[in-house]
């Protein structure tokens, strides 16, 4: 078996009598599923954004109707707004107690493995039960946060209360899928580099400065990366705990989605909000690489 | 290992994804009572009927349903069950798929935009030859209610209505004699309760000297701050005549001085006579463990409050929504229907239409879920006008105001998404954002969503 043909003109010419499809069918499952799932409806979903279909009947084209009309509405305004406050409250939490929580349970001591598991179960937890106990939790008399804060705050019935009651819910469930990652990546770096620091005469913090944060770089950046997009994406906690509201002080862009298409029966519309959703994430993606790949240069 | 077994393997590999892919059967809306049907013998109809009922009614429902098939060999009716608004969705998805269900449940004032869409039969032709299915048997409301156009779409099954519930023990002990469930209380009468059940911790009530404010244990009534609230400005509205949607349906024709001073009225009582709770959230377990004396509901909480009484001797009454404004007394009300969403399968449609005539003929059963029959011969029974707490909203069945069938009315009213009435309602509620100036937005709102095609 020839896997890695010798370079040169010899071997392309090879290849060209004989394609090589044993890594395509072991990719063709992935691809299978990505294609049927994400690509062709995405693509199908484009289309659908400069059509007036209702989910029923012949869609009409309409052109960048749906879109001239975004910049119109007032509600895809809160909708973006509140999705980039909703991101902005989140993510630092996310990953800055996703770091901590790892660090805490990479220590060897004896809660360690209580620990691990208390952080991560609640991810494994359906969102939809993680709302409605939040739900609870977030209760005004009688819920668990205020009868421990011993106050009356209305997490979800204020207007000014109800996203960081969100934050709360978004941050619990989620933070153990951080804490997983930045804990492999700990994981990674070898002990003797830790060794070696400490012959050097490195102390704890010294270490954790020059050794632990650089060489958790990679993994810090794709921690960030899966939140951002994550946490922009946040649908079944917001439908589930406030519905976007009160009034819209919780409507966020896939509830927005989910709202115009589904609710409103307008399929053009929603698409055209997922669109420039896409579009938003893409440009972050892209920033975010260029960052990352200007901070390893830094580093290294 | 040969490079031949490697490619046949991973085909194999991929064919089983495949098939396991495309095997898994499109989900049916409701999870177990859909399990638990066994396929039907040959010979026999059957009839896929959805419906969004999800509390005790559900169980009601389900047992009338499996009382059907039992007495019915011939057909077996199918009930798939889940929340309203995902129904919707799968109703949606299924039609433009092909398979939309035989019989679907609804309320009236969503029919236009399903009218709209093509979904649902007009039923005056499939009906023409019943001897049960005529307007003289219903009410007459709840007939028209389910009209779009001038064409029948729906077969009403029941109306209900906001009323006034409230504990006879809480009444009793701020001396103040319960209102007669009928007619409704005026706006003095209503203040008047309203101050005197309304208690601090140091036992004066809200009609006092020395009342403080601040240390309310029990409050004289709920304040909605969901879709309820906008359900109970529509009561006040109407009384003062108000109209919403213009003639051509194209425009709000909203009265803004009277939606505001409906909506003042509602305020008021939390922020001026703190008779009611600010951002309250679960009104009937706070009527029931007593922090509020009275609760506007509807009838669909009569079983709840049966129990209650059964399990620890909770006390209660009903009475009429209060007529605050004092003309002609008017009530937001809705309702459940039967419609037919497009099937061509003639045995099917003569089927469904035999089971609506038994439905409405047993809807007796149906009423213990505390639903008001439309058909008249139920609604009329002895035995349905002795149950308990049923009198004040027969009483107010004829003042029921349904929300304008609009093909936009999602967009317009629905409770779980940001719509106009939602954001009116939480701003002024919860907000407590100035009345004017939020019907005055909300009207707006409500034009440019009718404008549009």
């Known amino acids: ?300 | 290992m040969q490079t031949g077994n490697v490619r046949w393997m991973s085909l194999l590999v991929i064919v089983v994804l495949l098939v396991a892919g495309c095997a898994a059967p499109v989900a049916p809306p409701a999870g177990e009572t859909a399990a638990q049907q066994p396929a039907a013998p040959e010979g026999v109809v059957t009839l896929e009927f959805w419906g969004g009922w999800t509390g005790p009614d559900a169980n009601t429902m389900q047992a009338i349903v499996d009382r059907y098939n039992a007495e019915h060999p011939n057909v077996r009716v199918n009930l798939s069950m889940q929340a309203w608004s995902p129904l919707f969705d799968a109703f949606i998805a299924a039609s433009s798929a092909g398979s939309a269900p035989d019989i679907l449940a609804m309320h009236p004032q969503e029919l236009a935009q399903f009218v709209h869409l093509g979904l649902i039969l007009p039923l005056d032709d499939i009906i023409a030859n019943s001897e049960v299915i005529k307007p003289e048997n219903y009410l007459e409301n709840a007939w028209e209610g389910n009209k779009v156009d001038g064409k029948l779409y729906g077969v009403p099954l029941d109306l209900h209505m906001h009323g006034l519930f409230y504990n006879k023990a809480a009444f009793e002990k701020a001396g103040v004699p319960v209102p007669p469930s009928t007619p409704p209380v005026n706006r003095d009468e209503f203040m008047e309760m309203a101050k005197r059940l309304t208690i601090d911790a140091n036992g004066k009530s809200a009609a006092e000297e020395g009342f403080d404010a601040n240390n309310i244990v029990q409050y004289a009534i709920n304040a909605h701050t969901n879709h309820h609230a906008f359900f109970q400005w529509w009561s006040l509205y109407n009384q003062l005549g108000g109209q919403l949607i213009s003639e051509d349906g194209k425009s709000c024709a909203m009265d803004l001085d009277k939606a505001a001073q409906a909506w003042q009225f509602l305020q008021d009582l939390v922020y001026v006579h703190k008779v009611a709770p600010q951002g309250q959230t679960d009104y009937p377990r706070d009527f029931l463990d007593g922090r509020t004396a009275m609760l506007v509901d509807g009838p669909w909480r009569i079983p709840q409050l049966e129990q209650a009484a059964a399990e620890s001797g909770f006390q209660w009454g009903a009475t009429q929504y209060p007529n605050i404004f004092g003309g002609e007394f008017a009530v937001w009300g809705s309702g459940h229907n039967f419609t037919l969403p497009s099937k061509a399968d003639p045995n099917k449609q003569a089927a469904a239409v035999a089971f609506l005539e038994w439905m409405a003929a047993n809807s007796a059963e149906w009423a213990k879920s505390g639903q008001l029959p439309a058909f008249k011969a139920i609604l009329e029974s002895e035995e349905f006008q002795q149950m308990e707490g049923r009198a004040p909203f027969i009483a107010s069945m004829p003042y029921e105001k349904l929300f304008p069938a609009t093909p936009k009315y999602n967009e317009i009213f629905a409770s779980n998404a940001p719509t106009p009435m939602m954001v009116m309602a939480q701003r002024i509620m919860l907000e407590a954002a100035d009345p004017a100036a939020e019907v005055k937005t909300a009207c707006e709102a409500i034009s440019a969503i009718l404008a549009t095609p």
Do not use: C
């Open chain 1, 1 to 300: 078996m020839r896997i890695l043909a010798p370079a040169g003109f010899q071997a392309r010419t090879a290849a060209r009598k004989r394609i090589h499809w044993t890594p395509f069918l072991f990719l063709a499952p992935y691809l299978f599923l990505f294609v049927s799932l994400r690509l062709l409806p995405s693509l199908i979903g484009l289309t659908i954004s400069f059509t007036n279909w209702s989910a029923v009947g012949v869609p009409q084209w309409v052109g960048l109707a749906n879109y001239q009309a975004l910049f119109i509405d007032p509600r895809f305004r809160d909708a973006l707004t509140n999705t980039v406050i909703f991101t902005a409250m989140a993510v630092p939490a996310l990953v800055g107690l996703g770091l901590a929580f790892a660090l805490f349970l990479n220590q060897p001591h004896q809660g360690r493995g209580l620990g691990r598991v208390a952080v991560f179960t609640p991810y494994v937890i359906m969102p939809t039960v993680v709302g409605v106990l939040w739900t609870w939790i977030l209760e005004k008399d009688f819920g668990l946060l205020n009868v421990l804060l011993g106050r009356q705050i209305p997490w979800l019935v204020s207007p000014s209360w109800a996203m960081l009651g969100l934050v709360l819910a978004a941050v619990w469930s989620m933070v153990g899928y951080n804490t997983v990652l930045f804990l492999a990546g700990l994981q990674d770096i070898p002990a003797e580099l830790y060794e070696a620091a400490r012959i050097d005469g490195a102390g704890a913090w010294r270490s954790f400065w020059s050794l632990t944060l650089p060489l958790l770089a990679p993994t810090a950046f794709l921690v960030l990366m899966l939140t951002i997009i994550n946490t922009f994406q946040v649908f079944d906690l917001v439908y589930v705990m406030t519905s976007g509201g009160p009034g819209t002080s919780t409507l966020t862009m896939v509830q927005y989605v989910y709202t115009t298409a589904f609710q409103f029966f307008k399929f053009g519309y929603g698409s055209a909000v997922a669109m420039v959703m896409f579009v938003i994430l893409v440009i972050v993606a892209l920033i975010q690489t260029r960052a990352y790949r200007r901070g390893l240069e830094s580093i290294y």
